[in-house]
Nanobody
């Protein structure tokens, strides 16, 4: 039972990238799925959460980075057991390893995350 992130890479400032999160061993139909990121030496930072309860993508103030509002969106395809993070207008400060995990209630209580994917924003 795991969620695996992929799709990272090197992108120039202002560019876009789409990350994928694929579930293995379980169905995501009834799970809130959260994206979080981490820079070595810094605290883990929640990015966005896809809520099953109300179909929304949650931003939770200081919990889910205000800096990504209007730039990042989350979508899901339950049939394919995948969740996507579309990142636009990328900034150097978005550079991090990105992970996805189950996050019941979208409260940054992650589980079942696997290897992350590195996003580097640099010219």
């Amino acid at each position: 039972v795991q969620l695996q992130a992929s799709g990272g890479g090197l992108v120039q400032p202002g560019g876009s990238l789409r990350l994928s999160c694929e579930a293995s061993g379980f169905s995501i139909d009834y799970y809130d799925i959260g994206w979080f990121r981490q820079v070595p030496g810094k605290e883990r930072e929640g990015v966005l959460c896809s809520s099953v309860m109300d179909g929304s993508t949650r931003y939770s103030g200081s919990s889910y980075s205000d800096s990504v509002k209007g730039r990042f969106t989350v979508t899901r395809d339950n049939a394919k057991k995948m969740v996507f993070l579309q990142m636009n207008s990328l900034k150097p400060e978005d550079t991090a390893v990105y992970y996805c995990g189950t996050d019941p209630g979208c409260i940054e209580d992650y589980d079942h995350w696997g290897q992350g994917t590195l996003v580097t924003v640099s010219s």
